[in-house]
């Protein structure tokens, strides 16, 4: 059972570059979701994406893409990056039969963890 | 602006120690979570608290639910050293948010051996 996996676990580029951060979960949940976690803030919201082809964003979307082309994948795209995008980046899945109710479980990847030099 | 404010951020206490973490918001929830999460990991899920006060107990850790559904606090009993992380409190969305999650900032535990 391999769960939810990032790629690649740790990543430099520089100001500018695009960059794609992967995500990918062999449960099928339904639900999936990009956070970024800073000191200070805690996990913050990029986006959200409650099935293939539906995309919405969360708190903090600006300079981000996402696509959910397939159930199972849910790929990050910072299209130029900045050095305020240097974070840890996790993602998230939840099954759809667990949206309404309060177990609501979130299951979370090991992380990504970005610089932006 | 952040809807759930923890506190403390940091806590830096000896084994055997009891310690307190609270998780406060001026905002309803459908339900709160509590996740630890270790260094070079994603963030784990200890418990869901549902109904306004409620009192959960994961061996020896104490979980209580506001009446008001707002509010929640963490309680450690006799800490170890594995029980140092990372704690987040998450609050569930309601509504047209259901299922999204709100998180605080987080509570860096450290139990000193």
Redesign the interface.
């Known amino acids: 059972d391999a769960g939810i996996t990032q790629s690649p676990r740790y990543k430099i580029t520089e100001t500018g570059r695009q960059v794609t951060l992967m995500c990918h979960q062999t449960w099928s949940h339904s639900?999936m979701?990009w956070?970024r976690q800073d000191l200070?803030?805690?996990?913050?919201?990029i986006y959200?994406s409650a099935a293939a082809d539906i995309t919405d964003k969360?708190e903090v979307p600006d300079g981000y893409v996402v696509s959910r082309s397939k159930t199972e994948n849910f790929p990050l795209t910072l299209e130029s990056a900045t050095r305020s995008q240097t974070s840890v980046y996790?993602c998230?899945s939840?099954p759809s039969r667990d949206?309404?109710n309060?177990?609501?479980?979130?299951y979370?990847?090991?992380?990504t963890r970005l610089s932006v030099l | 602006t952040q809807l759930l404010e923890q506190s403390p951020q940091f806590l830096s206490i000896q084994e055997g120690e009891n310690l307190t973490v609270y998780c406060n918001s001026s905002s309803v929830f459908s339900s709160l979570q509590w996740y630890r999460q270790e260094p070079g990991e994603g963030p784990v899920l200890l418990v869901t608290v549902v109904t306004g006060g409620e009192v959960k107990k994961l061996k020896r850790l104490t979980f209580q639910f506001g009446d008001a559904r707002k509010d929640s606090s963490l309680h450690i009993t006799a800490a170890q050293p594995g029980d140092t992380g990372l704690y987040l409190c998450a609050g569930v969305g309601r509504g047209s948010t259901l299922g999204r999650l709100y998180f605080g900032r987080g509570t860096q535990l450290t139990v000193w051996p």
Do not use: K, P, T, V
């Not at chain 1, 979370?108 to 992380?111: K, M, N, S």
């Open positions: 639900y979701f956070y200070g803030h805690g996990l913050r919201l959200y969360g996790f998230a939840i949206r309404g309060h177990a609501n479980i979130q979370f990847g090991a992380g």
